[in-house]
């Protein structure tokens, strides 16, 4: 399969990611493993996702959400090297999860909840060419997460003002995968394991004085500063499964696809001051499964494109204010260009249709989103040597 072919289809599957069910934004592939001879990569991906609403009215007020998210852009780089004609070496750099939500200032359910994560991620992978047919890879992954949260409105009545801060840390994790091929007929199905990385993050707490009922009476006699503090906080990034897959269907033609399992239960924020008051934490989502499919086309020796689509299911209706949608469909558009026999330019266009959320507090619906969009844009630039 000619270079420029591979490029649209590793573009389609991989540039301009953003996850709906949860909080990732980048899909960790290995794919860049598998491209013919030594290549450098460098990636931006732009994401700029619409997310308002209403209050949950009655018993609030009627009142509209202007746009909850936020713009973000996801730089990366990526280097594959081959060792020997069996062994190869493969170094990504990229930010796979992430959260960026704001309510405004004057809605009084949410208004000025904010929510802010980021992460950097840095993977080593060597990969064994077993035979024709056959390939192992596994590696390890390097990965640094922050974040900050603040809760305010009437949805979060006694510790509406709450704040936490959750300093850098770093954390390991590997990852695992195997690979089928028949080269004849550019079939290939890889499936990858990426492990759950925990982060001890050291941590600041404070928020509203709370009514404590010192006498026993069911009267509270006197407010107390529970929810300020400082400690550590154990906080897990998700394990996840990908089945990818790709095969010839006719003359410079591919049909690709994958399958793709995040554990995203396993993601939880619990403040030692906040879960004492409340009995629960910031943060439970739920596990998340997405289907990608599409066809890459190589029009001549330079130009190529691919149209893809992806669908994660929606889970609960009821949702994490700091994750307001749940589900989404995706259509991605993506081009690559043979610039030189070293240089391809590749871009993908994206375009999501966020399923439907009701953002909650005490497992009670605070407001409705609804009928929310999010584009995607990425670009890369690949140099084989």
């Known amino acids: 399969m000619q270079t420029s072919l591979k490029?649209?289809?590793?573009?389609?599957?991989?540039?301009?990611?953003?996850?709906?069910?949860?909080?990732?934004?980048?899909?960790?592939?290995?794919?860049?493993?598998?491209?013919?001879?030594?290549?450098?990569?460098?990636?931006?991906?732009?994401?700029?996702?619409?997310?308002?609403?209403?209050?949950?009215?009655?018993?609030?007020?009627?009142?509209?959400?202007?746009?909850?998210?936020?713009?973000?852009?996801?730089?990366?780089?990526?280097?594959?090297?081959?060792?020997?004609?069996?062994?190869?070496?493969?170094v990504i750099y990229e930010r796979p999860f992430g959260a960026?939500?704001?309510?405004?200032?004057?809605?009084?359910?949410?208004?000025?909840?904010?929510?802010?994560?980021?992460?950097?991620?840095?993977?080593?992978?060597?990969?064994?060419?077993?035979?024709?047919?056959?390939?192992?890879?596994?590696?390890?992954?390097?990965?640094?997460?922050?974040?900050?949260?603040?809760l305010e409105g009437l949805a979060y009545g006694a510790v509406s003002g709450y704040t936490v801060d959750l300093d850098k840390a770093t954390g390991t994790g590997y990852v695992a995968g195997v690979a089928y091929e028949i080269p004849d007929i550019a079939l290939r199905v890889v499936l990858t394991y990426s492990s759950a990385i925990t982060h001890d993050m050291e941590t600041r707490e404070s928020g509203p004085a709370i009514p404590v009922d010192v006498t026993g009476d069911g009267v509270p006699d006197v407010s107390l500063p529970l929810l300020d503090g400082s400690g550590s906080t154990e906080v897990k990034t998700p394990t996840s499964w990908t089945l990818d897959f790709q095969t010839g269907i006719m003359a410079d033609t591919l049909l690709f696809g994958s399958v793709?399992?995040?554990?995203?239960?396993?993601?939880?924020?619990?403040?030692?001051?906040?879960?004492?008051?409340?009995?629960?934490?910031?943060?439970?989502?739920?596990?998340?499964?997405?289907?990608?499919?599409?066809?890459?086309?190589?029009?001549?020796?330079?130009?190529?494109?691919?149209?893809?689509?992806?669908?994660?299911?929606?889970?609960?209706?009821?949702?994490?204010?700091?994750?307001?949608?749940?589900?989404y469909t995706q259509l991605r558009l993506a081009g690559a260009y043979k610039a030189s026999e070293r240089v391809t330019l590749s871009g993908a266009v994206s375009h999501?249709?966020?399923?439907?959320?009701?953002?909650?507090?005490?497992?009670?619906a605070r407001a409705n989103f609804s009928d929310n969009r999010a584009w995607g844009i990425g670009l890369k630039l690949s140099y084989h040597f």
């Open 260 to 327: 793709r399992y995040l554990k995203h239960r396993e993601f939880r924020v619990d403040p030692d001051s906040f879960v004492l008051v409340t009995g629960d934490g910031l943060i439970d989502l739920d596990d998340t499964t997405a289907y990608t499919l599409g066809i890459g086309r190589r029009f001549n020796d330079r130009i190529s494109g691919a149209i893809s689509a992806t669908f994660e299911a929606p889970t609960d209706i009821l949702v994490s204010p700091l994750a307001p949608t749940s589900g």
């Open 100 to 150: 960026d939500v704001a309510y405004g200032d004057e809605n009084v359910v949410l208004g000025g909840t904010t929510a802010q994560a980021s992460t950097h991620a840095l993977t080593a992978l060597l990969k064994y060419q077993i035979n024709d047919n056959f390939s192992a890879f596994g590696g390890l992954r390097l990965q640094q997460a922050s974040g900050r949260i603040h």
């Open 352 to 364: 999501f249709w966020l399923g439907d959320g009701k953002p909650q507090t005490a497992q009670t």
């Open 7 to 90: 490029g649209a289809v590793v573009v389609a599957l991989s540039t301009g990611a953003v996850q709906a069910g949860g909080i990732e934004r980048t899909p960790q592939s290995p794919l860049l493993l598998y491209e013919t001879g030594n290549v450098l990569e460098v990636s931006l991906a732009y994401a700029s996702p619409q997310l308002t609403g209403k209050n949950q009215s009655p018993p609030f007020p009627a009142q509209d959400f202007d746009n909850a998210g936020r713009d973000f852009y996801l730089p990366s780089f990526a280097l594959k090297y081959d060792l020997t004609e069996t062994w190869a070496l493969g």
